[in-house]
């Protein structure tokens, strides 16, 4: 099993930053790639970004790219996500998740993912 922690959400201003984290714990060497997802109450989640456990390959949905960047630090297994210049609708509960197996295009999808954090919320608001 691999247990997955979420931090660094919050409230921050259209225009303004934030970093979240997910930290992994348990069978990380099991890992292959991670990735993070967003979901509104009421709507279905959203992928947002996945990078390979590499670190070589990354992924971003059209919505944003050239804001967002995701990294990793293989040494302590977290996942980062680096959010820019955020807008309104980047408003959403973030979830951190873990996949054991997979490809690239099978990271865009949640199936392709085993494990899952309790997620972060972060609101964009002025």
């Known amino acids: 099993q691999v247990q997955l922690v979420e931090s660094g959400g919050g409230l921050v201003q259209p225009g303004g930053s934030l970093r979240l984290s997910c930290a992994a714990s348990g069978r990380t060497a099991s890992i292959v790639a991670m990735g993070w997802f967003r979901q509104v109450p009421g709507k279905e989640r959203e992928f947002v970004a996945a990078i390979a456990w590499s670190g070589i390959n990354t992924y971003y949905a059209d919505s944003v790219k050239g804001r967002f960047t995701i990294s990793r630090n293989k040494s302590n297994y977290t996942a980062f996500l680096q959010m820019n210049s955020l807008k309104h609708e980047d408003t959403a509960i973030y979830y951190c998740?873990?996949?054991?197996?997979?490809?690239?295009?099978?990271?865009?999808?949640?199936?392709?993912?085993?494990?899952w954090g309790l997620g972060t919320q972060v609101t964009v608001s002025s």
């Open positions: 998740a873990a996949a054991r197996s997979g490809y690239g295009s099978s990271w865009y999808y949640g199936p392709g993912y085993d494990y």
